[in-house]
């Protein structure tokens, strides 16, 4: 199975930051590679897809970037609705695995 | 808008089982593959199973096998998990989610719902 961990584990950051969360995969994944966000007592809502390809919807200060085993997201401008936790996934194969998340807050 | 709505979720014992639904609505629900992935509350997220739009591809995370199968009916638009044996290890919240595409290949998760809790405990 392919491992995947995230840095760091928890941050604290303020209105307006440029924030900088990185994921890394036990094996080069190519740029499969998904993000997610989850707000506490929600469900994740999808951010990223394919390394870089913000989904419809997802404001412009969200970014991804990165191949084979090493990639981030990073937040531009750090807005109040952004503090959650942020979970990579590896879309390259099975079993499908999520980072043990970052969470983002103040 | 699509929704997706899971239900069926509840206190089981251990060595039970439970039948997981997940209705779907506001998109061509037999054009994509969908899956299911849980979370202990408080801890991170687990793919536990997919399955392709016409069903003929089902996947499952090792967790899973020869304990849990997923179904779908694409007329009723509706998405199934039944788990067997289950243990206090697969107490979790259980997401429907669907997948961008048809297949259970490049999984990419682009809407959740909101989940059913599952609790394996005597």
């Known amino acids: 199975d392919i491992q995947m961990t995230q840095s760091p584990s928890s941050l604290s950051a303020s209105v307006g930051d440029r924030v900088t969360i990185t994921c890394r995969a036990s094996?080069?994944?190519?740029?499969?590679l998904n993000w997610y966000q989850q707000k506490p007592g929600k469900a994740p809502t999808f951010l990223i897809y394919a390394t870089s390809n913000v989904q419809t919807g997802v404001p412009s200060r969200f970014s991804g970037s990165g191949s084979g085993t090493d990639f981030s997201l990073t937040i531009s401008s750090l807005q109040p609705e952004d503090f959650a936790t942020y979970y990579c996934?590896?879309?390259?194969?099975?079993?499908?695995?999520f980072g043990p998340g970052t969470k983002v807050d103040i | 808008e699509v929704h997706l709505v899971e239900s069926g979720g509840g206190l089981v014992p251990p060595g039970g089982s439970l039948r997981l639904s997940c209705a779907a609505s506001?998109?061509?629900?037999?054009?994509?593959?969908m899956h299911w992935v849980r979370q202990v509350p408080g801890k991170g997220l687990e793919w536990v199973s997919g399955i392709s739009w016409n069903s003929g591809s089902k996947r499952f995370a090792d967790s899973a096998k020869g304990r849990f199968a997923v179904s779908r009916d694409n007329a009723e638009k509706s998405l199934f998990l039944q788990m067997t044996g289950l243990r206090p290890e697969d107490t979790a919240l259980y997401y429907c989610?669907?997948?961008?595409?048809?297949?259970?290949?490049?999984?990419?998760?682009?809407?959740w719902g909101q989940g059913t809790l599952v609790i394996v405990s005597s």
């Open positions: 996934q590896q879309s390259h194969s099975p079993p499908w695995t």
């Open positions: 094996q080069s994944i190519s740029t499969y």
């Open positions: 989610a669907k997948d961008l595409g048809r297949d259970v290949t490049i999984v990419t998760m682009d809407h």
């Open positions: 506001g998109f061509s629900f037999d054009d994509y593959a």
